[in-house]
């Protein structure tokens, strides 16, 4: 029995898909044949609720880090819990890792798509933080990028995380990480 046309399940379906392709082989090399294979749409409909290639990565990247900003929130009295909870986000989800980084590759920093709305995103995050720094004057900006760096960086270079942890297992480097990324951002936050 052939599946029934609902609009917004098959778009939904085409941000999965494209999530996995586009994370897998970025923009340029992203095939949308493929796409509408895996999400099992016909290839018109990418065009038809989407545009064009770059359109539709747009899209999933503001599907994929809407979904991040929703389930991870920054707390001026918490921030070494958003960081547990941003690395376990990115654990579970390490497309948003590759997305982002094919992204930096396709885009200049000031041409990526929903620039404006994403830079208010960091720059409230970065408010947090400075919130959280209690009176100091840091550079809330750089502790900002400093502690998502190192989130992000576990799961960007899972070669080197091979390397420097050698043969643990991996719920095992997990655990010692995540702890090491609470704790760093605790001491830097001054959050006790």
Request: hydrophobic fraction near 40%; include cysteine.
């Amino acid at each position: 029995m052939p599946r029934r046309y609902d609009r917004a399940e098959s778009a939904k379906l085409l941000l999965e898909a494209s999530g996995i392709e586009f994370a897998q082989n970025g923009i340029g090399g992203a095939r949308i044949d493929k796409i509408a294979e895996r999400a099992g749409v016909n290839k018109a409909s990418i065009y038809t609720y989407f545009g064009n290639k770059e359109d539709l990565f747009a899209a999933v990247l503001e599907a994929r880090l809407g979904e991040l900003a929703e389930q991870v929130v920054v707390r001026s009295d918490d921030v070494p819990s958003y960081l547990g909870e941003l690395f376990d986000f990115l654990c579970e989800h390490p497309e948003i890792v590759r997305l982002y980084e094919h992204e930096g590759m396709h885009y200049s920093p000031t041409e990526i798509p929903d620039f404006d709305k994403r830079e208010k995103y960091h720059n409230d995050r970065v408010s947090v933080i400075r919130e959280a720094a209690e009176g100091e004057d840091p550079d809330a900006r750089s502790i900002f990028l400093s502690l998502i760096g190192m989130a992000y960086w576990f799961i960007a270079a899972p070669q080197v995380v091979r390397m420097v942890y050698g043969p643990l297992d991996d719920a095992e480097v997990k655990k010692l990480y995540r702890a090491q990324l609470v704790e760093t951002a605790r001491r830097v936050i001054r959050a006790d």
